[in-house]
Structure formats: C-alpha cells, structure tokens
Antibody, heavy 117, light 106 residues
Framework: VQLVQSGGEVKKPGASVKVSCKAS????????IAWVRQAPGQGLEWMGW????????NYAPRFQGRLTLTTDTSATTASMELRSLTSDDTAVYFC???????????WGQGTLVTVSS | DIQLTQSPSFLSASVGDRVTMTCRAS??????LAWYQQRPGKAPKLLIS???TLQSGVPSRFSGSGSGTEFTLTISSLQPEDFATFYC?????????FGGGTKVEI
C-alpha cells in the first residue's frame, strides 16, 4: 500500500489549494480516504473523509463550505481542495487510508501548504 | 464534538523504562479509540485500534487498555526508536478527533 501526495504549495491569502493523493497497492474502492492536517508544532486535525466506492463524504464542521474532497477511481487518486485560505491554514496536509472502525493505517508523506502574503 | 485530553503533554524517560500515558474522552466512546506514533517530520503510524488491538508489525512492548472515557497506552520497555509523540484518536463518531499528544523525550 502506498499513498503519494503532490508537492508543496505556497499560496496567498484568499487563494485556493488542491492537493492530490495517488493510491497504489490495494483496491482503491475498498477503503475511504481521509484528510488530516497538522499546523507547525501542533497536533493532528481531521478534515474529512470520502469513499471512492460511492463518493459518500463527511466533512468536519469547521471546514464545511470551503473544503471539497473528490476521487478519480480510474486514476486511483483522491484530491483535497481548500478555498479562502488564511495564514491559519499553513500546515502539512496528509491523506490516509481509512479502515474499520475509522482509523488510518497508511498515510501519504504529507504536503506542506504555506499561506503567506 | 468529542474532546480527547492526553496526559501528560511531555514525558521524560530513559531507555528500558516502563511508560504509561492517558487519554480521556469527554463522553463514552466504548472501545473506539486508536493510538498513533509520530516521529518528527514523518506521518503518524497506527499502533493500536479499538483500544487494545495491536496492529500487525507493531512490537509487543506496546499495549493499550481502557473503555468508556479513560484509556492508556503503555510501553513496557522504552527503546531508542520510541522517542516520539503519541496521539489518541476517537473512532466513535464524526467528526473524528485527536488528542493533543504526549511527547516522549529522553
């Protein structure tokens, strides 16, 4: 199992960012993909989850309205788009494979998103 | 949202020590709790799910216990590679949440 994320991004406040997560080594539709972020020196924060099988989605309330999760089953790739960025969104963003019962057994390498004017 | 409080925030220990850390939930989460280890600059690694189920490949010196609102992670004999930050995560309900972490230092 491997999850490979896209590279780091630098964005200005108010912009959007899209991070991709390419999955391999397992049946992509069998497990959900979650997104978790970690601000510098801080703890882990769950952002949301998507099922590649049926596109069911669950967003953390604090991201509702500016977060969009998608999957492309033909490319076995999940994507996370976060809009209206502020400096508080500067963080490493991880994708992770979700297994029963809602924990994460394989993680991407992380993508640093820096929001700065 | 379910809040998870980990204690202590920092723990100083030596190789060979037995180490115990706690995770308290703001409401009953039955046994729906996981533990992760994160080394600096790395992604978290799943150690334990459903409070006490050791993941494949995780050394047996790690063990988890508890149910309801109080959980513990124990390392029976601390090894050099165990110096890291440990997080608990509740699996019971959305939004999924993590504790603030316990950093194990030399």
């Amino acid at each position: 199992v491997q999850l490979v994320q896209s590279g780091g991004e630098v964005k200005k406040p108010g912009a959007s960012v899209k991070v991709s997560c390419k999955a391999s080594g397992y049946n992509f539709e069998s497990n959900g993909i979650a997104w978790v972020r970690q601000a510098p020196g801080q703890g882990l924060e769950w952002m949301g989850w998507i099922s590649p099988y049926n596109s069911n989605i669950n967003y953390a309330p604090r991201f509702q309205g500016r977060l969009t999760l998608t999957t492309d089953t033909s490319a076995t790739t999940a994507s996370m788009e976060l809009r209206s960025l502020t400096s508080d969104d500067t963080a490493v963003y991880f994708c992770a494979r979700q297994i029963w019962p809602n924990c994460f057994d394989n993680w991407g390498q992380g993508t640093l998103v820096t929001v700065s004017s | 949202d379910i809040q998870l409080t980990q204690s202590p925030s920092f723990l100083s220990a030596s190789v060979g020590d037995r180490v115990t850390m706690t995770c308290r939930a703001s409401q009953d989460i039955r046994n729906y709790l996981a533990w992760y280890q994160q080394r600096p600059g790395k992604a978290p690694k799943l150690l334990i799910s459903t409070a006490s189920t050791l993941q494949s490949g995780v050394p047996s010196r790690f063990s988890g216990s508890g149910s309801g609102t109080e959980f513990t992670l124990t390392i029976s004999s601390l090894q050099p590679e165990d110096f890291a930050t440990f997080y608990c995560q509740q699996l019971n309900s959305y939004p999924l949440t993590f504790g603030g972490g316990t950093k194990v230092e030399i």
